[in-house]
């Protein structure tokens, strides 16, 4: 019984999450919109459309927990593009007994891909889990040429927590909310490169991605939307 009333006061919390953030429409906000249009069918529906994008496309944000205490999901910002090199190198797998790299790793032409002019390309998309104005992971997507390409219409994936953070399901929340932005803006797939001693492989299978080619050190991965 406890476990059902705790589910319960998760549903209200989330349900007053996107109430307050304008992602339940309430009769009056379906009222305000009918009178800012004159009543006018085709104006109405004009603005509902447009709304809808901002919904899926730019403001998507989920209210979740790691059972300790809750996390929002939301678009990267755009004065916080910076953060992405930090999580670029967290994103790093080193193998037990090996030396991390320096930081100034991420200046590589090979890893600069993932960041460069964020924003501005095709498939750049960015998710973040928040803790009360922290973001401690990230998962970014964009088409580009990097060791998960597997063509020019197919966004790939990169994705990190700081490792305190890691092991608690927000990698996987992150995943999928990234997974159903790409699925509503039309990609057919996405896809990603990881190391076979990874640990988050298991992650990635257990959200839809499938081995769809490999090398000595790492499988390609796809996920069909």
């Not at 319960?8 to 989330?14: A, D, G, T």
């Not at 379906?30 to 004009?46: A, F, R, S, T």
């Not at 447009?50 to 929002?72: A, C, F, P, Q, W």
């Not at 501005?120 to 803790?131: E, I, M, S, Y």
Request: glycine share 8%; with cysteine.
């Amino acid at each position: 019984m406890k476990s059902l009333k705790d589910k319960e006061y998760e549903e209200f919390r989330q349900y007053q999450y996107n109430k307050v953030h304008g992602y339940i429409w309430t009769p009056d906000t379906l009222e305000l919109i009918c009178g800012g249009n004159n009543n006018d069918p085709e104006q109405i529906g004009k603005q509902i459309l447009e709304m809808m994008g901002r919904l899926r496309n730019e403001r998507i944000s989920h209210m979740t927990s790691d059972k300790r205490r809750s996390y929002v999901i939301r678009r990267l910002r755009d004065g916080e593009v910076g953060l992405l090199k930090d999580f670029l190198y967290e994103a790093i797998f080193i193998p037990d007994g090996v030396e991390p790299p320096a930081r100034d790793i991420v200046e590589k032409p090979e890893l600069r891909v993932y960041t460069d002019g964020f924003g501005t390309r095709k498939g750049d998309n960015c998710l973040v889990a928040d803790f009360g104005g922290k973001v401690v992971g990230t998962v970014w997507t964009r088409i580009m040429d990097d060791y998960g390409h597997v063509d020019d219409e197919t966004p790939s994936f990169a994705i990190s927590l700081y490792k305190e953070y890691r092991g608690q399901g927000i990698g996987s929340q992150l995943m999928v909310k990234m997974l159903e932005l790409l699925k509503w803006q039309g990609y057919k797939k996405a896809s990603l490169a990881v190391q076979k001693a990874n640990f988050a492989v298991k992650m990635y299978k257990n959200v839809g991605f499938k081995i769809v080619n490999e090398n000595a050190e790492e499988y390609i991965m796809v996920c069909e939307l």
